[in-house]
Every structure is written in structure tokens, then in C-alpha cells.
């Protein structure tokens, strides 16, 4: 029997900051995943499918919750998630790696215990939840349930270098910094409710948009403000970013039809951004099959 598990990455987050100096992200899934398979009853090409660093820590530690350390239990894993841009690469793979070993080893793992080893190797996004989360991506105190978005399109776009996600969280000066925008992300996730309980998103767009302005002092993109300015004329709905990544893209309806002229006008103006991907969102969260 062959176990397949497929979680999604994100675009950056909706929202991440603090209020009452609870720390938390809500969560951006997107429809590009890490995949990692299981019990495979014939040997795989290791350049595809090997495991990274992370993804064996999480192996390990599956193995140990679920008292099967003396098990040889093959696992391959691969992923189309850029790493190092804030799309939550690390945590879709180690999310995948870790379900794949536990079915192998008899059962799923709880939602739960999904989190806490994800967060024992790292800060890590919830995207392995379905549909929206707001979570405490440091100690996974709050977990809560924020319902599902209407879909939509994001064109993405990459300012550039890589951001390590435990070297940005040990930055001395960054708890002061969160706390200073307290009131902006406290007005955004307010916003961001009320449009996910109307199915707006030009609400849901607002709040990214507050949330990603008011993390230019922690983690400055020099590209936001114009891009946004672009995105307006074109119809966008609101600018998301990775707070602690390198990539800022726009909200665009799911039937929107302009993006070609809309990436190309950005293309055009802001020459040092690359052009990543069209994106949609997605409400799966991580999901398993067996064959």
C-alpha cells in the first residue's frame, strides 16, 4: 500500500503581527504543494524525490510520537514551493513528510500533532489546515478557524535574495517592532473577518493590504508602494507580501481577465522585481490518498 500527501504552500500571509503581544499569521494557501509519498513498492530516482534536512528531522520525530523508532520507513518527498521566499516551503515539507511517515506507520496524524512537530523543528505557517487559519506560528497557542475565502488569482512577483526564517525571528529589535504595529494589524484582522463572513474580497484585500504597509519597518519591500499604486489601476483588490520573505503580489478576483497587461505594466515599471507565477487560492489544506 502506497500513502500520497499533498500540502499547500502560501503566498506570504493575509495578515502577521500581534495583539496584546499574542503573535500570529493568517494564513495564504495557494494552489503550488509539496508531495511526499510513502510505503512506495518500487525504488525511486533520489534526485527527485530525497529528502532535505528539515524534512528527515520531521521523519524522526513522527517516528518517535508514534513509538516506531526502530522502523525503516522510506519516504520521498518533492515540491514545486520556491524555498527561502516566504512561501512556506520548509513548512509544506515538513507537514507532508511527516503525515506520509505516520500513515506508513498505521495512522494519520492529528491536526495537532501535525502542528507541534512543525513547530519543533521551526516557525512555521498552518497552511496544512483547511481553509483559513489565524495561528501562533511560533508556539501554536492560538489555532483558530477563520473560515474559507472566496477564491482568487494573485500575480506574484519576487523582490529578490533569500530570508532565513529562524535567523529573522532571533532579530533582537523585532518584538518591539511587532508590538509597535499592534493597532494596525489589531484594525486589519477586524477588516479581514468582516470579508470573509460577507465573501468580500475587496475587504479581504484591505486587510492584507493594511497588514503588508505596516510591516515596512520590520522587513521594508521598496517595490510595495508602487506596486500597489499599479494594482489599483488595474483593478486589484489589495497587495499581500511575505512579512518575513521576499515576495509581493496582487489580489485580483478569480474571473479577472486583465493580469497579462497587469503583469506587464509591472514588468515595465519595476524592473528589478521577477515575475514569479499566477496563483489561486486554495481551501484544501493538506491532504492523503492511498493505492
Known amino acids: 500500500m502506497t500513502y500520497y500527501v499533498r500540502s499547500p504552500g502560501t503566498c506570504g500571509e493575509f495578515l502577521q503581527g500581534s495583539i496584546n503581544g499574542q503573535r ?15 510505503q512506495v513498492s518500487h525504488p525511486l530516482r533520489t534526485q527527485y524525490c530525497s ?3 528539515k524534512s528527515y528531522v520531521a521523519m524522526e520525530k513522527t517516528k518517535q510520537l508514534l513509538n516506531k523508532t526502530d522502523e525503516d520507513i522510506p519516504v520521498y518527498m518533492r515540491s514545486e514551493i520556491m524555498q527561502g521566499k516566504g512561501m512556506a516551503s520548509s513548512s509544506a515539507d515538513i507537514s507532508v513528510t511527516a503525515m506520509a511517515t505516520a500513515l506508513a506507520c498505521g495512522r494519520p496524524l492529528t491536526m495537532k500533532e501535525l502542528e507541534q512537530i512543525c513547530l519543533a523543528i521551526e516557525p ?36 529578490g535574495g533569500m530570508i532565513d526564517t529562524l535567523e529573522f525571528n532571533r532579530r533582537k529589535d523585532l518584538e518591539q517592532l511587532i508590538k509597535e504595529k ?25 486587510a492584507a493590504t493594511i497588514s503588508a504597509f505596516a510591516n515596512q519597518r520590520i522587513l521594508a519591500k521598496d517595490s510595495l508602494y508602487e506596486l500597489h499604486d499599479i494594482g489599483q489601476f488595474y483593478n486589484s483588490v489589495g497587495t499581500i507580501i511575505a512579512h518575513s520573505g521576499t ?25 528589478k522585481l521577477t515575475f514569479l507565477d499566477i496563483l489561486e487560492t486554495t481551501s484544501d489544506g493538506i491532504t492523503f490518498l492511498r493505492r
Open 24 to 38: 500570529f499569521l493568517v494564513t495564504c494557501p495557494i494552489n503550488r504543494y509539496s508531495y511526499a509519498m510513502s
Open 124 to 159: 512555521s505557517d498552518a497552511a496544512f489546515y483547511p481553509g483559513i487559519i489565524q495561528f501562533d506560528y511560533i508556539k501554536g497557542t492560538v489555532a483558530n478557524s477563520l473560515g474559507f475565502v472566496p477564491p482568487m488569482k494573485i500575480l506574484i512577483f519576487d523582490e
Open 51 to 53: 529528502l532535505q534536512p
Open 182 to 206: 499592534e493597532s494596525l494589524i489589531e484594525e486589519a484582522l477586524t477588516v479581514f473577518k468582516k470579508g470573509v463572513e460577507l465573501h468580500d474580497i475587496g475587504l479581504i484585500g484591505q
Open 247 to 271: 515576495i509581493v503580489g496582487l489580489l485580483f478576483p478569480s474571473d479577472f481577465q486583465n493580469l497579462v497587461a497587469c503583469k506587464n505594466e509591472v514588468i515595465q515599471r519595476l524592473p
